[in-house]
């Protein structure tokens, strides 16, 4: 919702007022009268009088300046996502239009400057009750309280702190640089008059923006290497809790991966519940697509069929942006959680069609897991004991502490002695694929 952008907005109109107060305040007297000197050409001018005053307010005017392109460019960022616009679209209109597009966005800026600060104003105060409204199993709507019910479930492992923190680090480290370049964009752009190295310095800095934020996605891979790789669910939600925390206080961040972490551990209702506290941006399609499909999973655990075949609906009606690749994605999301409902109405044809299909084309170990532990569950109650046990045995050397690896080994167990029970554990994997364990 619009809502969760409200405080992130304020800040960067705040940021962009500090600066510009910053800026405009180390300029003298004799800039205000090269300005009014390049207005008298347009057949417009200053007094001396405003020419001074402009001088001694030029803090405040520096603040309403920068903030209002700030402003500006967030309004242009927001009706991107909405209406779909593609950014080399935005790049060639800025490119025969330069000029035009700059006073346009610092135009709309100012005007919606003030409207901008109330609404956002607005969205915090009433986002903050829906939170009170809402939150009421999770008193402290940082995460805190997902940290504690976890640490009372599962283990928590101190030796990935170090590893944690190191991310933490070299992500902050690429946001300060990406601050700092823009601060520096800023400043030279109200300082040259040439506007062919204004648009090149734009462009540079777009390159810019592209290349730090791919480096700070990097920066925490070393910890989705270690339930995507290692499998270990353990080590990485407690990692995700470690990188999450400043002092005391704990703002939970990669609600997602953290989310995965829980369905791995056989926990879908704390993975739900970190699943609320994130912060969606409904304008970005493929997060959309990850958060419902971890609903999805989280439901199908919970044996929560009608919750289940919503999620279904709305992966279905969320607006691709992302061309062919993004629809390719989208279809995946709908195979998926179709194939979990396949397996809530018993239909394990379906099913082990679907994961025979996938399992060639997956990549990561935890999927490839995933895959084999369903087949195997299939071909246990199919009375394909070999079958079922070649998968199992799989799932319990690659498995490492996600719920999967104790569950393959219990059906081990029982396909070891399985003719004095055979009957009653053919029941057994019903019940467990009907049920998520």
């Known amino acids: 919702m619009w809502r969760y952008e409200c405080k992130r907005h304020l800040l960067y109109l705040l940021c962009g007022a500090v600066v510009g107060m910053?800026?405009?305040?180390?300029?003298?007297?004799?800039?205000?009268?090269?300005?009014?000197?390049?207005?008298?050409?347009?057949?417009?001018?200053?007094?001396?009088?405003?020419?001074?005053?402009?001088?001694?307010?030029?803090?405040?005017?520096g603040a309403v300046m920068i903030a209002s392109v700030v402003n500006g460019v967030l309004i242009l960022r927001y009706a991107m996502i909405k209406f779909n616009l593609s950014g080399v679209f935005l790049l060639v209109l800025f490119l025969f239009g330069s000029l035009?597009?700059?006073?346009?966005?610092?135009?709309?800026?100012?005007?919606?400057?003030?409207?901008?600060?109330?609404?956002?104003?607005?969205?915090?105060?009433?986002?903050?009750?829906?939170?009170?409204?809402?939150?009421?199993?999770?008193?402290?709507?940082?995460?805190?309280?997902?940290?504690?019910?976890?640490?009372?479930?599962?283990?928590?492992?101190?030796?990935v702190a170090a590893l944690a923190l190191k991310c933490r680090k070299d992500s902050d480290r690429w946001t300060l640089i990406y601050v700092l370049g823009l601060v520096a964009l800023m400043s030279v752009t109200l300082i040259i008059s040439n506007l062919a190295l204004t648009m090149l310095l734009f462009l540079a800095f777009a390159f810019l923006f592209v290349f730090v934020f791919r480096l700070r996605a990097q920066s925490v891979l070393p910890i989705e290497g270690l339930l995507y790789d290692q499998c270990d669910p353990l080590a990485c939600a407690s990692a995700i809790l470690v990188y999450s925390k400043r002092g005391?206080?704990?703002?939970?961040?990669?609600?997602?991966?953290?989310?995965?972490?829980?369905?791995?551990?056989?926990?879908?209702?704390?993975?739900?519940?970190?699943?609320?506290?994130?912060?969606?941006?409904r304008g970005n399609a493929s997060v959309?697509?990850?958060?419902?499909?971890?609903?999805?999973?989280?439901?199908?655990?919970?044996?929560?069929?009608?919750?289940?075949?919503?999620?279904?609906?709305?992966?279905?009606?969320?607006?691709?942006n992302a061309g062919t690749a993004g629809n390719l994605m989208q279809q995946d999301t709908i195979a998926s959680i179709q194939n979990k409902i396949?397996?809530?109405n018993q239909d394990f044809d379906q099913c082990e069609a679907f994961y025979r299909q996938v399992l060639p084309q997956l990549k990561v170990r935890l999927q490839q897991v995933n895959a084999h532990y369903y087949l195997g569950l299939i071909?246990?109650?199919?009375?394909?004991?070999?079958?079922?046990?070649?998968h199992f045995v799989f799932v319990a050397e690659n498995g490492n502490t996600t719920s999967f690896r104790s569950k393959a080994v219990k059906y081990l167990g029982i396909i070891e002695r399985m003719e004095p029970v055979q009957d009653h554990d053919e029941s057994q994997g019903e019940c467990d694929l009907n049920t998520e364990q």
């Open 22 to 61: 910053i800026l405009y305040f180390m300029w003298d007297e004799s800039f205000f009268q090269q300005i009014n000197q390049s207005l008298m050409e347009t057949g417009y001018h200053l007094s001396d009088t405003d020419v001074e005053m402009a001088y001694h307010f030029r803090w405040l005017l």
């Open 342 to 344: 396949y397996l809530m």
């Open 379 to 390: 071909a246990f109650v199919k009375k394909d004991f070999e079958e079922a046990k070649d």
């Open 100 to 159: 035009l597009w700059l006073v346009v966005i610092l135009f709309v800026g100012m005007i919606l400057l003030l409207p901008s600060i109330i609404v956002c104003i607005y969205g915090m105060v009433t986002i903050r009750n829906a939170a009170a409204k809402n939150f009421r199993t999770l008193p402290k709507g940082d995460g805190s309280e997902v940290e504690r019910v976890y640490r009372l479930h599962h283990e928590f492992k101190d030796d």
């Open 248 to 281: 005391h206080r704990l703002n939970l961040k990669m609600n997602l991966l953290f989310a995965q972490c829980l369905l791995f551990l056989d926990d879908p209702q704390l993975a739900m519940d970190a699943l609320v506290l994130m912060r969606r941006n």
């Open 288 to 320: 959309e697509l990850n958060y419902y499909m971890l609903m999805a999973e989280a439901n199908y655990q919970l044996g929560d069929r009608n919750s289940l075949e919503h999620n279904l609906t709305m992966v279905r009606s969320i607006r691709m």
